[in-house]
Each structure stands twice: as structure tokens, then as C-alpha cells.
């Protein structure tokens, strides 16, 4: 049986600019959040993540609580995190927000813990960025711990140790999908392999063939472990237009608004033009027409063995209206385009 390939749309619920070109609130923002993850749902996209952050330019600091909402509008779309920051976040408590999302939501809830790439939550929790590491490695075990046991017998060395300890309320059916997600480091995707868990490279830049060798390793861990290996997954930016011209003009300043302000804080010289097109041509933005979008999907999905793509469509402040249009292409386009081409691939030639 050929497996289905899925598709996802992720946002970080970027603030986003409204009529006559001010910036929305973040109420606003969220709202709009929930109106786009019900469209995806009514177009049969596979999966709506919402990722966190705890800083001006972006509007969700709960996935949960949007995620919550958007259940009570959707009827059968998996509803994720993109990503959730683990290393600041206590696991417990992250398990009993997604479990309590799995209950209200008939059992389509699922998560992706990860680092994070900003690291606001630090100091606004009371954390030690010296422990970055540590924090996150701690943590994730003790996570899996919730997962896998109904009684939790724990011990590390940032917190107490947990004895037959329950946690509240229990998954209704089946574990709780749990990604990990992994930006560029190999000690990361050895470390999902190592917990038996799915793959989510989060990959925004550069050819996405350059993940080939992590792909790779994740499998080589899961052989060295006597075990088949789970899923992967890949998370990368991108915009859907009616054609290329207006697909990379719609995406072009709000990308490089929200890339200049992340880069200004980072040390990264402003993006040009040049590079930016550069980008779309031979790197990780899935930006275009739907057969454009559709046909780097679907080469991306083979060179990398991927089940599923998770496009990130927000991007600064890029307007409701637009991404709406974006999220809709997707949907009645570039959804049926790319299963077409896996599938080309896969029936053997005559």
C-alpha cells in the first residue's frame, strides 16, 4: 500500500499589515490566524501548525489556545505546533495543553518540540541561557517519559525527580504525535532516532537537497538501533500566486521586512533583490505559480524521502487577503499537482 502524502500550512502569526498599510494588532492577527486555518481545513490540507514566540513581530505566544479555537471551526485538519520551545516550557504542562487539544479536538492534535531559534523565552521565564542545551536534552526526555507511560518514574538534575506519577488528562486513543524539529544539527537527529520519534527538518534557506545527509544519518541511527525509522517532514517558507511575476512581487517586502529585522538583530546584511530571487530559483522559498510551487514540492519530497510538507505561508507583513489567496492555490492547486508528480514517479516505466 503506497503511503498518502500529506500537506501542511504553518504560520508563527506574523503581524501582518491591514488596510492602507498599518500593521495590524495582534488580536487582530489572531483572529486572522483562525480564519485561514479554517479555510486550509475546508480545502483538505492535511495539517495547520502555529508556532510560538514571545516578541513584538509575532502574535501567537499560545499555539494551544489558538490551536483550541481553531478546533471549534474545523472539522478533520491535524492541528500542530510550529514549534513548541520545550526548553523553556515545563513538559508537563505542555503535555496536558496538547492532550487536553487532542480531547476537544477528537484526537487530531500534535506537536513539534524543538530548541527554538529566537530565545526571548529565556529571560521571560526565568531561564539560564547558559543551559540551552541542557535544558532542552533534560526536558525532552522527561517529555517522552509522559509519553510513554501512564505512570512517570523520573529523575534529572534540573528539577525534581517524578515517582508513579499520573498526568492529566491521558491520550483518549493512541499516543501523541510528536515531532522533532531539527534546523541543521546532526546531535539532533540522532537524538529523535534515539526517542523514536518523527522528523520535521525545518529547512529556510539553501537547496533543500543539502538535508540529504541528515535524511541519512537519521536512518543510519535507526538501523544501528534495530528498528524501522519514522517519519520526515520538511518545513520551508513559501507563497502561492496566480503566476511567478506576481507570486514574487505579493511575497518580496514583506519577506525581506521580516528577514532585514531578524538579520539587523543576528549581524545578517540586509537581503537584495538578487538574493532573494536566487532563493526562490535554487534554494528553500517555495514561491510561484501553483505548478512552480507544485514541481519544487514534489522535487524536494523525492530527493529527501519526505511523507509531508508543511509550507510556512505568513512571512512578515504580508496581508491577510494575500495569504488567503496563497492558502487557497494550495489547496485546489498545488495539492493535486504534486500528487500527480509523486505519483508519475512512482509507476514503473513501460
Known amino acids: 500500500m503506497v503511503r498518502t502524502f500529506e500537506f501542511g500550512l504553518d504560520t508563527f502569526g506574523d503581524i501582518t499589515k491591514g488596510v ?8 487582530q492577527v489572531v483572529r486572522d490566524v483562525i480564519e485561514e ?23 501567537v505566544s499560545a499555539p494551544e489556545v489558538v490551536l483550541a479555537a481553531i478546533a471549534s471551526r474545523t472539522g478533520r485538519i491535524k492541528l500542530g505546533s510550529a514549534v513548541t520551545v520545550l526548553s523553556s516550557d515545563d513538559p508537563i504542562r505542555v503535555f496536558e495543553r496538547f492532550s487536553t487539544l487532542n480531547a476537544a479536538s477528537n484526537g487530531r492534535a500534535e506537536i513539534t518540540v524543538g530548541r527554538g531559534s529566537f530565545t526571548e523565552s529565556f529571560p521571560l521565564f526565568g531561564l539560564d541561557l547558559a543551559q540551552y542545551e541542557e535544558l532542552f536534552e533534560e526536558k525532552l526526555d522527561l517529555f517522552v517519559a509522559v509519553l510513554r507511560n501512564e505512570q512517570v518514574t523520573w529523575q534529572g538534575r534540573l528539577r525534581p525527580p517524578l515517582k508513579n506519577q499520573r498526568v492529566f488528562p491521558p491520550i483518549e486513543d493512541g499516543p501523541l504525535r510528536t515531532w522533532v524539529g531539527v534546523g541543521g544539527s546532526p546531535e539532533s537527529v540522532v537524538r529523535a532516532a534515539n526517542y523514536d520519534l518523527p522528523l ?7 537547496d533543500p537537497k543539502r538535508f540529504r545527509p541528515f ?23 513559501g507563497h502561492v500566486g496566480t503566476t511567478d511575476a506576481q507570486a514574487r512581487e505579493d511575497y518580496w517586502s514583506g519577506y525581506k521586512a521580516m528577514h532585514d529585522k531578524i538579520g539587523g538583530e543576528r549581524g545578517w546584511r540586509p537581503i537584495s533583490r538578487a538574493q532573494f530571487e536566487q532563493e526562490v530559483e535554487h534554494g528553500s522559498l517555495y514561491v510561484g505559480a501553483p505548478e512552480t510551487v507544485a514541481r519544487k514540492i514534489a522535487s524536494t519530497a523525492k530527493a529527501l524521502g519526505i511523507v509531508r510538507f508543511d509550507m510556512k505561508y505568513s512571512a512578515g507583513t504580508l496581508p491577510h487577503a494575500t495569504m488567503m489567496q496563497s492558502i487557497e492555490l494550495y489547496g485546489k492547486k498545488v495539492m493535486p499537482l504534486v500528487r500527480e508528480m509523486l505519483a508519475e514517479e512512482s509507476v514503473p516505466a513501460a
Open 20 to 27: 492602507g498599510g498599518t500593521l495590524l494588532s495582534h488580536a
Open 37 to 59: 486555518a479554517a479555510l486550509a481545513d475546508a480545502l483538505g490540507v492535511d495539517a495547520f501548525g502555529v508556532g510560538e514566540h514571545h516578541r513584538p513581530d509575532f502574535a
Open 215 to 237: 535524511v541519512d544519518l537519521y536512518h543510519r541511527a535507526f538501523a544501528q538501533l534495530g528498528r524501522p525509522a519514522k517519519d520526515i517532514a520538511v518545513h520551508s517558507p
Open 200 to 206: 520535521a527538518l525545518a529547512i529556510i534557506g539553501g
